[in-house]
């Protein structure tokens, strides 16, 4: 198919509704008889079933919508992780998130918990403090501090503790009395915090300040000594060549040019390639959108895989690795781009790769998944002839608070636009006229171009579940705490411009099949090889799925049954102990 019908089919779906040697034999190699964190040596292995994982990996690409899976099947490595499901194991390639906003820090709770933000109450990526008058990442709690070399980064922090629903870490820890180990990493807090729940053995992320993996004082009172040696093993300067093509021909033909019109640029990376990370003014954080920071997670992943002794006996145990590259480069230059095809090719490559590696001495089971899709860029909606803009976030803002003063009188009534809500100011909110502060601001959103519905949340938390698909998306975004007081429904292909520069890029968070469908895939011990099949199923479902493979009750949130191929594991908490 030809780039430009690529493009076209996108758009319809939208109105139709490698591991370094060292690192191989690293993750290979036998356990040592202590690791350097003080864990007790694993010794006590018994016989093994080959149907019973004694390791559970969910490996989440960040912004893989079912539609760029479709776009880009044919050339992934017939060893990556896709290709391998729809050949050992079961690929659906469309589960729907059932809720309106579709980010990051929502889809990861929901792959660990089973649930919507209705329930566990993570609702956006970020949340508006009026105690400190601006945004924050959601999982901020204003205690436990990011930790540094030599303490913690001034103002970040990070921490559960806003999960309101247990996770498959959480059900493993409790129902193996402890002896399982759990672990999550992301290139993102966002993407390691849900997964790790409450009580991980190892939660990381990355910050690009020091620059190297890092936790919080939740976790742990400092950097523990492995990663600080690892990293010293593993220096990013050595990651930070040019990043070129790896079929510049392959790209032309599937993705058309490089440079199409819309794509972004990140500072001094460029718009077409070579992109260079460390000739920017910010190495660090634009390593983080090349396949190179995806691999050097993956290795990190292998490291931590030793490190914890994961897999080695019949307890079985917990990791998440969420790949975050394909979201960065998805951001700035669209689903459509080279950046886009090649990072995903490599990574689903690389993300094969470190699999092979860790089942050589145990079995695993894999269950891979995204959080959420992407809009295509809007030139390339209009291209293939569709309606499509980017809205200015200021404006809208501007234009609600406008209308509040008409109706009542000139104030500062809207705080802010923290997507996909509007969240109004302290004066509005205990202004007498309050009701009608939060109508006057609703009208005017919903007549502004580009926006589709506007809910009133507190209607929506209080009422029962609407019968239509938009309102019930939008009702499972909602929860009594951290959520705005409006939630903004973004017309199908007009997105929020969120500067990549302004005026570039796209972006994601809406109940659209572009943002709320992904693929499933899972393969692996415990895993019946059902192939490529044609349903379309609930991403609640992921985590029942993750629990029945690690041989433990799901918990009552988990509500969804499991997904299809899956074979219940021997009870974890019979199993040998530590």
Not at 321 to 333: E, K, L, Q
Not at 497 to 512: I, K, V
Not at 546 to 553: K, V
């Amino acid at each position: 198919m030809s780039p430009p019908a690529l493009r076209t089919a996108a758009v319809a779906l939208v109105a139709g509704a490698s591991l370094t040697a060292a690192a191989l034999t690293a993750c290979s190699g036998a356990p040592s008889t202590q690791s350097s964190d003080g864990h007790a040596p694993r010794s006590d292995r018994g016989p093994a079933s080959s149907e019973t994982p004694q390791l559970v990996v969910s490996l989440i690409f960040d912004q893989v919508g079912s539609d760029a899976l479709d776009r880009y099947f044919d050339y992934l490595a017939e060893d990556g992780v896709f290709k391998r499901a729809a050949r050992e194991g079961v690929l659906i390639r469309r589960s729907r998130y059932p809720y309106a906003g579709t980010y990051t820090a929502a889809g990861h709770a929901t792959l660990a918990t089973g649930a919507s933000p209705r329930v566990h109450g993570v609702t956006s990526n970020g949340r508006w403090s009026f105690e400190r008058q601006r945004r924050i990442p959601f999982f901020d709690d204003g205690e436990h501090g990011v930790l540094t070399a030599d303490g913690v980064a001034p103002g970040w922090f990070a921490s559960p503790v806003a999960l309101g629903a247990p996770t498959v870490a959480d059900q493993l820890e409790q129902q193996t009395a402890g002896r399982a180990r759990t672990a999550s990493l992301s290139f993102k807090d966002r993407g390691a915090i849900p997964a790790g729940g409450q009580r991980p053995d190892v939660a990381l992320w990355f910050d690009p300040k020091r620059p190297g993996f890092t936790t919080s004082t939740y976790y742990r009172k400092g950097i523990p000594g492995w990663l600080v040696e690892w990293h010293v093993a593993n220096p990013i300067d050595d990651r930070l060549g040019p990043w070129e093509p790896d079929d510049p021909a392959l790209l032309r033909r599937v993705a058309g040019v490089d440079d199409a019109p819309g794509e972004g640029n990140l500072p001094g990376f460029g718009r077409v390639f070579p992109h260079s990370p460390g000739d920017t003014d910010a190495p660090a954080s634009s390593f983080r959108a090349t396949p190179a920071g995806g691999q050097y997670l993956l290795d990190l992943a292998g490291a931590v895989v030793r490190e914890l002794q994961m897999g080695t006996d019949e307890t079985p145990d917990f990791l998440s690795v969420s790949i975050s590259a394909t979201d960065y480069v998805g951001h700035v230059f669209g689903p459509d781009s080279w950046e886009y095809a090649d990072a995903l090719i490599r990574l689903d490559a690389a993300a094969g790769a470190f699999i092979a590696a860790i089942e050589r001495n145990r079995r695993v089971a894999v269950v891979v998944s995204s959080d959420h899709g992407a809009a295509p860029l809007v030139e390339t909606s209009r291209a293939a002839g569709a309606t499509a803009a980017r809205v200015d976030k200021d404006l809208l803002v501007r234009h609600a608070d406008d209308a509040v003063d008409v109706a009542i009188e000139e104030g500062d009534w809207v705080a802010a636009y923290v997507p996909p809500y509007i969240e109004l100011s302290q004066a509005a909110k205990t202004h007498p006229r309050r009701a009608e502060i939060r109508a006057a601001a609703r009208a005017a959103l919903e007549a502004y171009d580009g926006v589709a519905r506007v809910f009133d949340v507190a209607a929506l938390a209080a009422g029962p579940p609407p019968a239509d698909r938009i309102a019930r998306a939008a009702y499972e975004s909602v929860h009594a705490r951290d959520t705005g007081e409006l939630l903004v429904v973004m017309t199908p292909l007009w997105i929020v411009d969120e500067g990549m520069p302004r005026g570039f890029g796209t972006t994601h968070g809406s109940p659209h099949p572009y943002d709320a469908e992904v693929p499933v895939a899972l393969f692996g011990a415990g895993v019946a090889p059902l192939g490529d099949i044609d349903e379309r199923t609930d991403q609640r479902r992921v985590a029942a799925t993750l629990a029945i493979l690690l041989g433990i009750e799901p918990a009552p949130s988990m509500a969804q049954p499991p997904l299809p191929g899956v074979r219940r594991a021997s009870p974890a908490a019979g199993r040998a102990g530590r």
